[in-house]
């Protein structure tokens, strides 16, 4: 039939009656109940589908691609479910790598999207090619060897920088204050991925240890830090785990570990199947056990950064601080489909040692509705603590609010993009800076250069009151009244940079 490759379409079906026999191979081997029920269902359901699939693909008025069709299906399925189940293809999967594997084949950089450019978002890990090369922070990537990066986006542009160790890749490269392009021809090498992204005594005999998400070796490199500073040295330890999103459930395990008696349950997983329910305990004598332990959190603390907080906290082994943390306490298991996909599924929920389920909110129709908010927990010492999704800190501290007009500053890149172009402009800068009311002054006249303007959300509203005053024919008085309005928000808005001075100095530094 004209438009269509019925290969495609036959080598996709098959793609899909295999995604469909691992799924079934699932259920049989979990002894759902009803399984003979669920089998006659699943085999109607996938002749149907089959069915629809194959007619679309092959009458519809337009030339469908099979394989985006397909992908789309599957899509739609997906999002019936909780936003964690996923199917992952290539470029998704090297990403996933990295977390289980602790190391890539890359260059060392840690990229970001802004303005829609690809940049380098921090300085280059030390000793990687990239540091070696001279790469520095703010660079932005403009071609991956004949690629360009506004074409391929964020994800596929990371994706083609990562590659086998040894192999090349030359990237483009546009600077602050060069007026051409650079290029670096870099040959990659396996990086080993940083979590730790900070260990030492900030005060006398306080060690603070920054954690910036669970890949595979964070328990060693943990217990090395420790080792490294000295256990004689430390009298109080310091974890941070704020805006920590998660990782691996085993990594977690690790991390409290080092700091649990042996034969402490760290967390229980409880899902649909029985495969699912598990309960993990600490398997050895702690590296950290009896000294002071702080524990810091936020909203933006997930998963794996749950499982440790949680489990400090249930057994009183140290004092959570900051803000409730996000609640994500669903577990995902990884179904290979092929060499290019897989498929990940949630299967079990988190359950904190005294019974407290993490996850805040409901997904699925299996999922049970009451709350745990309405019971009660306790942790070791009986010392009651909250429930209903998160872990709520022992100490409560209110994250700081920041005034509008510098999360607008901060949204269209202003502090990076002065920040890049300050260290382009100074022969040496002091890791101590102090921001004077010389670089203010700069930060204010780069805003002005850059052409920064600020909306107000009252201004928002203005525009909008006058449009529909316009459309209305409610005459030139009510318009003029509202334009008067507006001019004298501009010497208000004037007043706004001063007005967020601390803020500004905050980020800044």
Request: proline content about 3%; charged content about 25%.
């Amino acid at each position: 039939m004209k438009g269509i490759n019925m290969k495609r379409i036959n080598k996709t079906t098959s793609r899909a009656i295999l995604v469909s026999i691992v799924i079934i191979s699932f259920f049989s081997l979990n002894n759902i109940a009803h399984s003979s029920d669920i089998y006659r269902i699943i085999s109607k359901n996938l002749t149907v589908l089959g069915e629809i699939y194959k007619r679309i693909s092959t009458s519809y008025v337009d030339k469908i691609d099979p394989d985006k069709f397909f992908k789309a299906g599957i899509q739609g399925m997906l999002n019936t479910l909780d936003p964690y189940t996923t199917y992952i293809e290539q470029e998704d999967k090297s990403q996933l790598e990295i977390i289980t594997d602790g190391k890539y084949g890359g260059v060392g950089m840690l990229l970001q999207y802004r303005n829609n450019i690809v940049t380098v978002a921090e300085p280059p890990f030390l000793g990687t090619p990239a540091a070696r090369a001279g790469i520095r922070e703010g660079d932005k990537i403009i071609k991956v060897d004949s690629l360009w990066t506004k074409d391929l986006g964020f994800s596929k542009t990371s994706a083609h920088i990562r590659g086998p160790a040894g192999s090349e890749v030359t990237l483009t490269i546009k600077r602050e204050g060069e007026t051409g392009f650079l290029k670096f021809t870099l040959v990659r090498e396996q990086i080993k991925v940083v979590d730790l992204t900070y260990a030492g005594e900030i005060k006398d005999g306080v060690a603070y240890l920054k954690l910036t998400r669970f890949s595979r070796n964070v328990g060693q490199d943990i217990a090395k830090a420790i080792h490294n500073i000295g256990q004689e040295n430390i009298n109080a330890l310091i974890l941070d785990l704020r805006s920590n999103p998660g990782g691996m459930l085993k990594s977690a395990v690790d991390v409290a570990d080092l700091f649990l008696p042996k034969g402490k349950v760290i967390v229980t997983t409880k899902g649909r199947v029985k495969q699912s329910n598990r309960k993990f305990v600490s398997f050895s004598d702690p590296v950290y056990g009896e000294k002071p332990l702080v524990i810091l959190v936020n909203g933006l603390s997930a998963s794996a950064s749950e499982i440790v907080a949680g489990a400090i906290q249930d057994h009183d082994r140290g004092v959570v601080i900051g803000d409730t943390t996000f609640g994500k306490g669903l577990v995902q298991t990884l179904f290979p489909m092929s060499r290019e996909a897989a498929l990940k599924i949630t299967t079990a929920k988190y359950y904190t040692p005294s019974g407290r389920c993490i996850q805040k909110r409901h997904y699925s129709s299996w999922e049970k509705t009451d709350s745990d908010s309405t019971k009660h927990f306790y942790t070791d010492s009986h010392r009651q603590v909250d429930a209903g999704g998160g872990i709520a800190p022992d100490v409560y501290v209110a994250p700081r609010l920041i005034s509008d007009y510098t999360v607008e500053l901060r949204r269209k890149s202003m502090f990076f993009n002065f920040a890049v172009h300050y260290a382009n402009t100074v022969k040496e800068i002091n890791p101590d800076v102090k921001i004077t009311p010389e670089i203010i002054r700069s930060f204010k006249d780069y805003l002005k250069q850059k052409s920064f303007v600020y909306e107000m959300p009252v201004e928002r509203h203005l525009k909008a009151l006058r449009k529909r005053a316009l459309a209305d024919k409610l005459g030139t008085e009510l318009i003029s009244k509202i334009d008067n309005l507006n001019k004298s928000l501009d010497n208000s808005k004037d007043k706004l940079f001063d007005a967020s001075l601390n803020d500004i100095k905050l980020i800044l530094r």
